[in-house]
């Protein structure tokens, strides 16, 4: 329309809608802020090599490839062969990293996502209804608060690991750990975020649209998931965002530790697992390239939650 | 006040017991305690059975959690393991302060195996802690003075790597650059194994060397997030009407900033260390672990591996415990020392 060839009046002509300016959308919002967030956008950008990295490099290498064990090439640095030098039965870390990094980004978002379920779920429910379920709720999550997340992590990885089948999915073999990992930080991570939504949900049920929509005769799982959660959105994106990072440090701790998710699937902390052995040799490359890929990782994910938290602040609506 | 911290206190007894109850019933699936009982041989099956009879073990998970809350010397247990209860129990029960004997260290009360314990891991956490506040009081101070100098964006660049660098990272990289990579070139280095060298004995001079890699780990981490919260309460503060008035009638500069200013920014401060420090007693596990310290965290790893019931639980109620009575103190210190504070 403001193509100059199309009118050939030297008057540009504006549609109505044109000379006011539309009102912007909440995502419209958000995204205008978060722009101007350089680090978050570094961030998101980081976070689409890492991906590209982990799953583009799948076409580049095979999984054979990485869980390919030769012990004449233990322990070899970085060379053009094995740019990023061989582990400690002769795979190649390179390959192995892209691989880790799947099973890692896998375990982040997973475990994020039962998270936020269980987070949110309690949350909402002791929020709404409040009273007896409330402070029975309420005394339940600071009970595992009261804990160090790690501590509970190494009781259950050890209750719920053992020797478990291998699990296929798609095609792939998967060690059954994995799985346990997964549901075991999803089951220690969600207090925090109960918390929070429960108190938003304690505020927010008090406004006048809440007595409206019951008025009106709304059912209750409407005014729940209709009316008062999408006005809590923000804080739950955010905590969402760093249950990621959280998740995939999580994951390297307990693998460091050794009991995460068991080889041959690999993951970025598992290869770590039993490197601090080998620093004696001065074996840097066991630990360093997938430590690097932890760090970048759970940084970038910050900076993206950083950047989040600040454009969905709903006191901060200058765009 | 008083009716607060008792209210404060009660709230925190279900909570307790709710804790220890799923971590008891967790605990007894963990590990075989027997396992390793019979040295390097493997324990024969009539032992096991007299064993487990001995200990207890082979009862109902609920009426061993029971004992290890109230005692068993109100019922009998069978103590030659023949299958028959006869002689009367000699458990006092938590309740009653009575953790236990560990399982695995030759049948040591549990208090007096953590209260081992616990000397070491103080050294090591006391020390980063002490290092932390320090630091993060320097650089927080500074960067809030001098804002957006090159000093303070270097400090916000590091808190942030430092805030997602996961422990072990920090703990190989300076084990690689300060302990390993000297060693092989021949340079002076660092020690990154246990507390002290065998050959040297306990020494202070020994400790303190070998304290130096993991305090280094330790405080990189949580240094980052304490320098921001510093600057950011700082730059708050400095900016107030009184601290304009201090100026205004010719203060000299430091002691707006360090008697005016700091008293006020620091008081957050409380709340996040009293906050902090019990889990610092739980130890840092992954960096015990990774420099060998025997500390805690290294216990608990053994407990859990093992299956120690009684020592793992010893050690979970005492963090939890210790967590419960650092809130209610950060609690009474913040309202003493912010006078606008008032609990009802």
């Known amino acids: ?74 322990i070899k640095p970085p060379s053009n062969e094995h740019l990023f030098g061989t582990d400690t039965v002769g795979r190649d870390i390179l390959a192995r990293t892209i691989y880790g990094g799947q099973i890692s980004i896998v375990i982040g978002l997973t475990a ?58 798609m095609g792939r073999e998967y060690s059954g750990s994995l799985l346990v990992i997964i549901a075991i930080i999803g089951l220690t991570s969600w207090p925090y975020l109960a918390r929070i939504v429960r108190s938003q949900f304690l505020s927010i049920k008090e406004n006048d649209f809440i007595l409206a929509a019951r008025a009106t005769g709304t059912p209750t799982w409407q005014i729940i998931f209709y009316h008062i959660l999408p006005n809590s959105i923000a804080p739950i ?33 598992n290869m770590l697992e039993g490197a601090y052995g080998y620093i004696d040799q001065g074996a840097y490359w066991l630990w360093l390239f997938p430590g690097l890929l932890i760090l970048l990782t759970v940084l970038s994910v910050n900076f993206l939650g950083d950047g989040l938290r600040d454009a ?7 765009v | 006040m008083i009716r607060y911290i008792v209210q404060r206190i009660l709230q925190a007894i279900p909570l307790l017991f709710v804790l220890s109850l799923v971590l008891f019933v967790l605990m007894k699936n963990v ?44 019922a009998k247990v069978d103590m030659d393991g023949d299958g028959v209860a006869e002689t009367p129990g000699t458990r006092q029960g938590v309740l009653r ?51 957006y100098s090159w000093v303070d964006n270097l400090a916000t660049a590091f808190s942030f790597v430092g805030y997602s660098m996961p422990i072990f990272f920090i703990a190989l990289v300076s084990i690689y650059l ?7 070139a021949g340079l002076p280095y660092l020690p990154w194994v246990g507390m002290f060298d065998p050959k040297e004995g306990k020494t202070f001079e020994q400790v303190a060397l070998h304290t130096i890699l993991p305090v280094l780990s330790i405080a990189m981490i949580s240094f980052a997030a304490y320098s ?117």
């Open chain 1, 1 to 74: 329309m403001n193509n100059p060839t199309a009118s050939p009046s030297p008057i540009v002509q504006l549609a109505a809608d044109d000379l006011q300016t539309p009102p912007l959308s909440l995502r419209q919002l958000t995204w205008r802020r978060f722009r101007r967030h350089k680090m978050a956008l570094f961030g998101l950008a980081m976070l689409f090599v890492l991906v590209a990295y982990s799953y583009g490099g799948m076409l580049l290498v095979s999984e054979e490839y990485a869980n390919h064990n030769d012990t004449k090439l233990r």
């Open chain 1, 112 to 169: 994020a996502l039962l998270e936020v379920l269980m987070g949110v779920t309690i949350g909402a429910l002791a929020g709404y209804y409040g009273g007896f379920l409330d402070s029975l709720m309420m005394r339940f999550t600071e009970a595992i608060l009261n804990i160090p997340q790690i501590f509970l992590l190494i009781v259950m990885a050890k209750f719920f690991g053992g020797n478990l089948p291998n699990v296929t999915l």
């Open chain 1, 237 to 269: 994106v955010v905590a969402a965002t760093l249950g990621v990072a959280n998740a995939i440090t999580l994951e390297a701790y307990i693998s460091f530790l050794g009991l995460g998710v068991k080889p041959p699937t690999a993951t970025w902390g």
């Open chain 1, 312 to 318: 969905l602040d709903p006191r901060s609506r200058t």
């Open chain 2, 31 to 74: 590990g075989d305690p027997l396992a390793t009982m019979g040295g390097r041989r493997v324990t024969r099956a009539a032992d096991r059975e007299r064993l487990s009879r001995q200990l207890g073990l082979d009862q109902p998970v609920i009426l061993q959690y029971v004992y290890w809350l109230i005692g068993n010397d109100w």
């Open chain 2, 97 to 147: 302060g009575d953790f236990g004997v560990s399982l695995t260290n030759r049948g040591m009360p549990v208090v007096k195996v953590i209260s081992e314990r616990i000397p070491n891991t103080l050294v090591l956490m006391l020390t980063a802690e002490a290092a932390i506040i320090l630091g993060a009081l320097l650089i927080g101070i500074y960067s809030a003075l001098h804002q």
């Open chain 2, 178 to 184: 300060l302990g390993v990579y000297p060693k092989q």
């Open chain 2, 228 to 344: 921001r919260y510093v600057r950011s309460t700082m730059l708050e503060v400095m900016s107030q009407d009184y601290i304009r008035t201090a100026r205004a009638k010719g203060l000299p500069r430091p002691q707006v900033v360090f008697i005016h200013a700091l008293k006020n920014a620091a008081l957050p401060l409380v709340t996040v260390v009293g906050l902090d420090l019990p889990l610092l007693l739980g130890g840092a596990v992954v960096t015990e672990r990774i420099f060998a310290w025997p500390g805690m965290g290294r216990l608990f790893l053994d407990g859990v591996s093992d299956g120690d019931t009684p020592l793992v639980m010893g050690i979970m109620m005492l963090i939890a415990i210790a967590i419960v009575t650092f809130q209610i103190i950060t609690d009474i210190t913040y309202a003493w020392l912010d006078p606008r504070i008032r609990y009802e």
